[in-house]
T-cell receptor, first 113, second 116 residues
Framework: GDSVTQMEGPVTLSEEAFLTINCTYTATGYPSLFWYVQYPGEGLQLLLKATKADDKGSNKGFEATYRKETTSFHLEKGSVQVSDSAVYFCALASGAGSYQLTFGKGTKLSVIP | NAGVTQTPKFQVLKTGQSMTLQCAQDMNHNSMYWYRQDPGMGLRLIYYSASEGTTDKGEVPNGYNVSRLNKREFSLRLESAAPSQTSVYFC???????????????FGPGTRLLVL
């Protein structure tokens, strides 16, 4: 079945540091890939998405590229801010015809001043 | 435009009690979903409704029932609550016109449920 594996947290970075959160997936067909962010006490919000191989999703300084050859969708940001502190979830929607999103377990990011 | 709303925000139940979690969306989306979020487990799908009048089981449906009351509303019912159902419950909706077209899911703020 479909699965998403993302790097274990928590991750603690200083402000303006470079961020990478790794995400790899297993899926049938040609899935769409997503990064969601959850700020403390809130629901999940879509951060970015990519629907086909080599697509790059970007939003708020975050980027992720859909790499079919390595089945990866790593999240990056060049300079994190304290306000980026949140839990980040990688997810996929299988191209095999399912309505379901399959989520990774989440990576908690804390950014310190 | 409120997006996805959920009630209540927080609830404490005793084992064996029943309750219904309410969810509504004002985006005219076809599909709606119920997830539970547990520490270290990510989000797991309980039930979903691809369109008005249909519901299907997700990954962890045992102990739950759902009703798609109309296009806007999708409720989750716990008939006899158990401590293992202590969790944060999220409702989501998406356009999801067909199985071949996956659209972004929009999430509500969540309901924190504690079963004693």
């Amino acid at each position: 079945g479909d699965s998403v594996t993302q790097m274990e947290g928590p991750v603690t970075l200083s402000e303006e540091a470079f961020l990478t959160i790794n995400c790899t997936y297993t899926a049938t067909g040609y899935p769409s890939l997503f990064w969601y962010v959850q700020y403390p006490g809130e629901g999940l919000q879509l951060l970015l998405k990519a629907t086909k191989a080599d697509d790059k999703g970007s939003n708020k300084g975050f980027e992720a590229t859909y790499r079919k050859e390595t089945t990866s969708f790593h999240l990056e940001k060049g300079s994190v801010q304290v306000s980026d502190s949140a839990v980040y979830f990688c997810a996929l929607a299988s191209g095999a015809g399912s309505y379901q999103l399959t989520f990774g377990k989440g990576t908690k990011l804390s950014v310190i001043p | 435009n409120a997006g996805v709303t959920q009630t209540p925000k927080f609830q404490v139940l005793k084992t064996g009690q029943s309750m219904t979690l309410q969810c509504a969306q004002d985006m005219n989306h076809n599909s709606m979903y119920w997830y539970r979020q547990d520490p270290g487990m990510g989000l797991r799908l309980i039930y979903y409704s691809a369109s008005e009048g249909t519901t299907d089981k997700g990954e962890v449906p045992n102990g739950y029932n759902v009703s798609r009351l109309n296009k806007r509303e999708f409720s989750l019912r716990l008939e006899s609550a158990a401590p293992s159902q202590t969790s944060v419950y999220f409702c989501a909706s998406s356009e999801a016109i067909s199985r071949l077209r996956q659209e972004t899911q929009y999430f509500g703020p969540g309901t924190r449920l504690l079963v004693l």
